[in-house]
């Protein structure tokens, strides 16, 4: 009943865009915090980005700042992953993940910290 589905993701050349999208269902975003990681082969997984639930506060990774943009959508019980400039190092799995988070406050990158975790959704950035 509870999941988050990621969609988006593709092949794309360095320089291009793509928008992931995480799709809530069997629960509600608005208390939640909501953070993106990304995999790539023989990589350990890294904290991507991060939106905070009441407050709509963001964390960037230093790798992806001023190239990346978080955002929700309550109403479609979404949230999405903007990626512009993106390089081959952006390749990898990419998962969105949430965390229960009642009172307002900064998100954190802590991956034991999220409950729920979706499939994931490659991301290739490739010439």
């Known amino acids: 009943q509870v999941q988050l589905v990621e969609s988006g993701g593709g092949l794309v050349q360095p320089g291009g865009s793509l928008r992931l999208s995480c799709a809530a269902s069997?629960?509600?975003?608005?208390?939640?915090?909501i953070g993106w990681f990304r995999q790539a082969p023989g990589k350990e997984r890294e904290g991507v980005a991060c939106i905070s639930p009441s407050d709509g506060v963001t964390y960037y990774a230093d790798s992806v700042k001023g190239r990346f943009t978080v955002s929700r959508d309550n109403a479609k019980n979404t949230v999405y992953l903007q990626m512009n400039s993106l390089k081959p190092e952006d390749s990898g799995v990419y998962y969105c993940?949430?965390?229960?988070?009642?009172?307002?406050?900064?998100?954190?990158?802590?991956?034991?910290?999220?409950?729920?975790w979706g499939q994931g959704t490659q991301v290739t950035v490739s010439s």
């Open positions: 069997g629960f509600t975003l608005n208390y939640y915090v």
């Open positions: 993940a949430a965390y229960f988070a009642p009172i307002p406050s900064m998100c954190r990158m802590t991956g034991g910290t999220y409950a729920y």
